[in-house]
DNA sequence: TGTGAGACTGGAACGGCGTTCCATTCATTT
DNA sequence: AAATGAATGGAACGCCGTTCCAGTCTCACA
């Protein structure tokens, strides 16, 4: 598991093969197979061992709002530390990770006092806005993996973005300068602040 | 692009070979690269063809609430008609589909007279739900496949939750009854509602 | 009308992947 | 000392994306 998650931080998802992790463990790839089925498992695996390092203790000690926010930034920043995790949680959303993160925040949309009725869509919302951007961070990362800082990357695609058409894309060309600047941190928890915003309505 | 979809909608996202596409359109595999550059190209094109197609007209004449609603039921159909876009939007959010989905949004988010600050979030947030529950319901109905429908599968999924340690899953317990009767279009809109009505507080 | 050039084809070949198979070693129990 | 099941490691299989390239086809221009 270790030897799976160091070649996965160093080399990326695609690094990850049986033959290399067989090379890394001195062994042959026939031999990972007993103790994993497959490669969805393999990385299920890995994702699990990295999601529950991450879990915040002790969040019954917060608000739900803040208990929220804590397990929203553990999220964060597991993926923030191994990108692979992002594309691996929105490429398997039944995995038992998902699970997990689904149920902390089923639990705090309780303490909420959301009525019953509303729970699921609350807790699920709040996990597909999660998963949703998990997948864009993951693809960003990878996409600009070699040199190239973040800030000379996003303004790449910025560039992108200003040669469409203004016309057809008025939004994208007012948004574009926002690109290269802004925060991911920052837009993941703001993003989460709405959403709670919008449960607190419903309440 | 007629026979690519054709393939993607009969046999999945795995069975979409260059052999499999060459063999229906009796050619080689290769004649396919002088029209297209890669595999990603490939998908990519076929996502923007379907988005392109559900993309809903007129949306001018909507207050920019419902414009955004129609937006995203838009891209709900798309992948429920297309269960194979799902993953594809999510798995490369960087790509001209997600783009034309984005401008969609802003501009809808500008109506509401958003403050500029907020824009960007506010945007990237809806953007993000969508392709977050979007890859769990590609997920879904990959996994679901062969034989059973939705429902005596997803009745299969909620015993599994079931089985889980009640103590340490109180939530998952508590929701899994819900997950082989509920609705997911409904799911979708209940998301987007809750995030217009948390943007609608930060006006 | 002939011809050359560029657009396009189709199939062979390459390296690498996940997975399977199985003779073998190793550790533990009887 | 023998037996047994857990675990190994490397060869082999079939399939994939991609590359390569000798051909064919089309059509503007000499």
Redesign the pocket.
């Known amino acids: 598991m270790q030897a799976a998650i160091s070649i996965l931080d160093n080399e990326g998802a695609a690094g ?5 992790l067989a090379g890394r ?7 990972i ?3 994993v089925a ?3 498992e393999l990385l299920a695996a890995a994702t699990d061992h990295v999601i529950a390092k991450f879990e915040p203790q002790d969040v019954g000690r917060l608000s739900p709002q803040e208990a929220i926010r804590a397990l929203a930034l553990g999220v964060f920043d597991a993926i923030d530390s191994h990108p692979w995790v992002g594309a691996q949680l929105s490429g398997n959303p039944f995995q038992y990770a998902v699970l997990r993160i689904l149920e902390g925040l089923g639990t705090q949309v309780v303490a909420l006092g959301i009525p019953e009725k509303g729970r699921f869509n609350a807790a699920t919302a709040l996990l597909s806005f999660m998963l949703g951007l998990a997948a864009q961070y993951a693809v960003a990362s990878h996409h600009f993996r070699d040199g190239s800082d973040r800030t000379t990357a996003l303004r790449a695609v910025a560039a992108k973005w200003m040669e469409l058409d203004p016309e057809q894309h008025p939004f994208i060309h007012q948004v574009a300068p926002l690109l290269p600047v802004h925060d991911d941190r920052e837009q993941f928890m703001a993003g989460i602040d709405l959403i709670l915003a919008g449960i607190d309505t419903s309440r």
Chains 1, 2 share one sequence.
């Open positions: 990850l093969t049986f033959r290399a463990l001195k062994t042959g790839s026939g031999a197979y007993w103790h497959d490669k969805d």
